[in-house]
């Protein structure tokens, strides 16, 4: 697709429960990147992937959290026990590789906005 | 790790004026600075980057100043316009990925 998209675009649910936020990055972009974005705040940095391996999950909160890339693109993150200090917008990134030692710019989806009630 | 502080959290300008947000990271290290404009309810969208090796780049009316010394760096937008309302988020990273940690934001309000 055209951009990085991400679904669902909303979703409640209840303390508790397990949820799965879908992210397409853009075709071609081998890294892609979660970030968790309260309100108010600026986006806080999850976890990383290259390809199909995490290369970097230092940023994701506790073991409740946990995301996947399977085949090197579609990625899931994946929320378990949920609490209310989880509802957050969920924002995915890709990059393209970038030329020499630069990796190329994020670009953003619309992130998934999840309120746990 | 890397802390990324932003000032002001809100500025307000008249339209044609200029605007500067100031941020100062604390990891030396740190090679990569990017600005990010976020309307509401929308996605962050790159408006311009620096990278550690360059004191200052220019895109029109948007400029991007880095004082590694200092260990901060500036966005100044000159003639601003309605449409430039919006959050500014600063953000730094080091290496070639993009494991980026932001500022708290700076809403800018361009008044008519």
């Known amino acids: 697709g055209a951009g990085v998209s991400q679904t669902p675009s909303n979703k409640v649910t209840e303390k508790g429960k397990y949820v799965e936020l879908r992210c397409d990055p853009i075709s071609g972009h081998t890294a892609l990147y979660w970030y968790r974005q309260s309100l108010g705040q600026g986006p806080e940095f999850l976890i990383y992937?290259?390809?199909?391996?995490?290369?970097?999950d230092s940023g994701l909160p506790n073991d409740r959290f946990f995301a996947v890339r399977p085949e090197g693109s579609v990625s899931t993150l994946k929320i378990q026990r949920t609490e209310r200090g989880d509802s957050a917008v969920y924002l995915c990134a890709s990059s393209s590789p970038g030329t020499g030692s630069n990796t190329g710019e994020l670009f953003f989806g619309e992130g998934s906005r999840l309120t746990v009630l | 790790g890397e802390n990324v502080e932003q000032h002001p959290s809100t500025l307000s300008v008249q339209e044609g004026d200029s605007a500067v947000i100031k941020c100062t990271y604390s990891?030396?290290?740190?090679?990569?600075f990017p600005w990010y404009k976020q309307e509401l309810g929308k996605r962050p969208q790159l408006i311009i980057d620096?990278?550690?090796?360059?004191g200052e780049k220019k895109d029109q009316r948007i400029a991007v100043t880095l004082n590694k010394t200092a260990k901060h760096f500036s966005l100044h937008i000159t003639e601003t316009q309605p449409e430039d309302s919006a959050v500014y988020f600063c953000?730094?990273?080091?290496?070639?990925?993009?494991?980026?940690?932001f500022g708290s934001g700076t809403q800018l309000t361009v008044l008519p």
């Open positions: 990891d030396s290290a740190s090679n990569y």
């Open positions: 953000a730094a990273s080091l290496g070639s990925a993009r494991q980026l940690t």
């Open positions: 992937f290259q390809g199909t391996g995490a290369a970097d």
């Open positions: 620096i990278r550690s090796n360059v």
